[in-house]
């Protein structure tokens, strides 16, 4: 299974954008790029998926990279509701599966 | 807004002992996954089912989980006995169908287990 690695923590101001970057440098042609969250004492849920093409939804954004082999999460204006652990997952072609791996965990600073 | 709903939310139980753990997918959903995830660390997938039938449990520790979804509405994952090291949350979630790889999966909210 393709591996995505993230940086362990990131802190960001409150009210600003946060870049959250993730490298899949193994990706193949049919993986989708997932990002899900997990907010304190939750479960995880679904922020944003892309294929190729950047993506926009009322969550957030996603930058790809034209290789594919890194990917960005944009959150563009952080709020103190937003600081939870953001995991990048790739999807196995053919499969639903989701491997989580310990993912980011954003501190915002109000 | 449909949500999946597990119970029980909490459960401590003593080394050797059953439990069992109960999850309501969103209606309609046909695929559903239960997942284990230790403090600290992401969810792992224990087993998926698409409606009753099992799809995914190569990473079910057969010996002592078990899981079944026999109407293939509602599911329940069983362990016996439990052991120390099966401290963990349990999550459930459900998604739509089993088609390609952009599917999404909706969590509940997950029971805490507690082995003492």
């Known amino acids: 299974d393709a591996k995505t690695t993230q940086p362990n923590s990131m802190e960001s101001n409150e009210e600003e954008p946060v870049h959250l970057p993730c490298n899949h440098s193994?990706?193949?042609?049919?993986?989708?790029i997932h990002w899900y969250r997990q907010l304190p004492s939750q479960g995880p849920e679904y922020v944003i998926h892309?294929?190729?093409s950047n993506v926009n939804n009322r969550m957030a954004s996603l930058a790809i990279a034209e290789d594919r082999k890194s990917s960005t999460l944009i959150l563009h204006r952080a709020t103190l509701r937003d600081a939870a652990v953001y995991y990048c997952?790739?999807?196995?072609?053919?499969?639903?599966?989701?491997?989580f791996g310990t993912g980011t965990r954003l501190t915002v600073i109000p | 807004e449909a949500e999946v709903a597990q119970s029980p939310r909490y459960k401590i139980t003593e080394k050797s002992q059953a439990v069992a753990f109960w999850c309501d997918p969103i209606?309609?959903?046909?695929?559903l996954y239960w997942y284990r995830q230790i403090l600290g660390q992401g969810p792992e997938l224990l087993v998926q089912?698409?409606?009753?039938?099992?799809?995914?449990d190569s990473q079910l520790p057969k010996d002592r989980f078990s899981a079944e979804r026999l109407k293939g509405v509602d599911s329940t994952l069983k362990i016996q006995p439990a052991e120390l090291g099966d401290s963990a949350m349990y999550l459930c979630?459900?998604?739509?169908?089993?088609?390609?790889?952009?599917?999404?999966?909706?969590f509940g909210p997950g029971t805490r287990l507690t082995v003492l």
């Open positions: 979630a459900s998604s739509p169908f089993l088609s390609g790889s952009a599917d999404t999966q909706y």
């Open positions: 193994t990706i193949s042609g049919t993986d989708y």
């Open positions: 892309g294929l190729t």
């Open positions: 997952i790739l999807s196995r072609t053919g499969a639903n599966n989701l491997f």
């Open positions: 209606s309609g959903h046909a695929t």
């Open positions: 089912f698409q409606d009753e039938s099992v799809v995914d």
